[in-house]
């Protein structure tokens, strides 16, 4: 029986100073070390990395050094990296991963199908979503020895992601495609998730560390086995610092001693500590919380100062009262001298109830028409001749 062996990894996010901490850009850096161990160590015959190997479009050189070499003993061993670009890291022009290219260490993957054994591996980079509607998803027949045919994308696909505002459904990736898949692997989801769709296996792989506190299963790669009988995954937990998340909440005469008590009741020994304070706010500052968790052993503190917030009953505001401030919006904007593209965002910004929570997805949706509304304004002021020019032409003649 034939087999063939993959490691799928995502979402790495290298030099992430996650809560402004170079400890936490060292994670990040060590669990895809350890993604790369276990490559080696399980026999693998390829790596596919499905997205945001880097967290910034422009990382900083010692960020992309550390991933050349944590990729090089994979290059000694003559195991193939395959990447698709993410949207965290995706650039107009040259991509990063073209860089790692380059020095033999990495390799994109495309439309066109890269053999691993008898499994064909295809990748598209992460969508734009102002795009999204007419780009080519069309995919290139795979050879006759290809048993297997898998395709990496970096999206938030349904009916595995949900309620993450800009989600496309899974079957219309595969009806776009133009061939038969027998998995889609995918990145940009921080959580393991699969399903099968329209008979394809569909699957997440999830991150290599924690992106955010609501992100609890992450620090985990899929290891891929594809043989006779279909494709086999299994999820590999890597080490990562642990996470500490809770509330201290505040009475009007709680001060010190009342954060010390909750915060033995935590282990918080190397562990990131996310801590939100709510209640009444007092004498102690998110300051003072920050060294005391500190003090208790915490490496990272992160402290939301929610105290003294004042929860609004949305429902109970009327309808009428909301339609008078977008007029009083409106009146301000007349008098503005405003472009059409920016009327038009300001208006999906204050009617659009669901409109992403991602800062980086709803850059990307309004990209193409802002970059549309300067390419014309260029165009006009090019196309029009200055005043004084023409008023010597007319002399000369």
């Known amino acids: 029986m034939s087999r063939t062996r ?46 945001d190997l880097f967290d910034d479009p422009v990382p900083s050189l010692p960020t992309v050094m550390r991933a050349a070499d944590a990729l090089k003993p994979l290059e000694e061993r003559e195991i193939p990296f395959y990447g698709i670009v993410g949207n965290h890291e995706r650039k107009n022009d040259e991509q990063w991963l073209d860089l790692l290219r380059r020095t033999s260490a990495a390799a994109r993957l495309s439309k066109e199908p890269t053999m691993v054994g008898d499994v064909a591996l295809y990748g598209i980079d992460a969508v734009r979503p102002s795009v999204w509607d007419s780009a080519e998803f069309e995919l290139e027949e795979p050879p006759e020895e290809a048993s297997w045919t898998i395709l990496s994308m970096h999206e938030l696909l349904s009916p595995l992601a949900t ?32 399903s099968v769709v329209n008979g394809t296996d569909v699957w997440y792989a999830s991150a ?15 290891l891929i086995d594809v043989d006779d009988d279909g494709i086999h995954r299994r999820q590999i937990e890597l080490e990562t610092r642990p996470f500490s998340v809770f509330e201290i909440p ?37 300051n003072e919380v920050t060294q005391i968790a500190r003090d208790a052993g915490a490496a990272v503190v992160s402290v939301d100062d929610n105290r003294g917030r004042v929860d609004l009953d949305v429902e109970s505001i009327e309808a009428m009262s909301l339609q008078g401030l977008d007029g009083a919006i409106e009146d301000q904007l007349k008098d503005e001298d405003l472009s059409g593209v920016a009327l038009d965002i300001d208006a999906r910004v204050r009617e659009d109830g ?32 200055p005043p004084e020019e023409a008023e010597a032409m007319e002399v000369d003649e």
Do not use: C, W
Request: hydrophobic share 35%; charged share 35%; proline share 2%.
């Open 208 to 222: 290599t560390e924690r992106g955010g506190k609501d992100q609890e299963e992450t620090g985990v790669v899929q």
């Open 250 to 286: 505040f009475g009007e005469d709680d001060g010190i001693s009342h954060v010390r008590a909750v915060l033995e009741r935590h282990d918080l020994d190397g562990a990131v500590a996310k801590i939100e304070l709510s209640g009444e706010r007092g004498a102690v500052t998110a």
């Open 163 to 194: 309620g993450m505002g800009r989600v496309y459904p899974a079957s219309e990736v595969l009806d776009r495609v133009g061939i038969e898949l027998d998995g889609l692997a995918l990145g940009d989801l921080h959580q393991p998730e699969s």
């Open 6 to 51: 993959l490691l799928h990894i995502s979402d790495s996010h290298l030099g992430k100073r996650q809560y402004g901490s170079d400890i936490r850009r060292e994670d990040f850096a060590n669990a895809f070390e350890q993604a790369i161990d276990i490559a080696i160590e399980r026999g693998v015959d390829a790596v596919i990395h499905t997205g």
């Open 354 to 385: 669901e409109l992403d929570t991602n800062v980086n997805r709803v850059a990307d949706d309004f990209e193409e028409p802002i970059r549309e509304a300067q390419d014309a304004a260029f165009d006009d002021i090019e196309a029009a001749e």
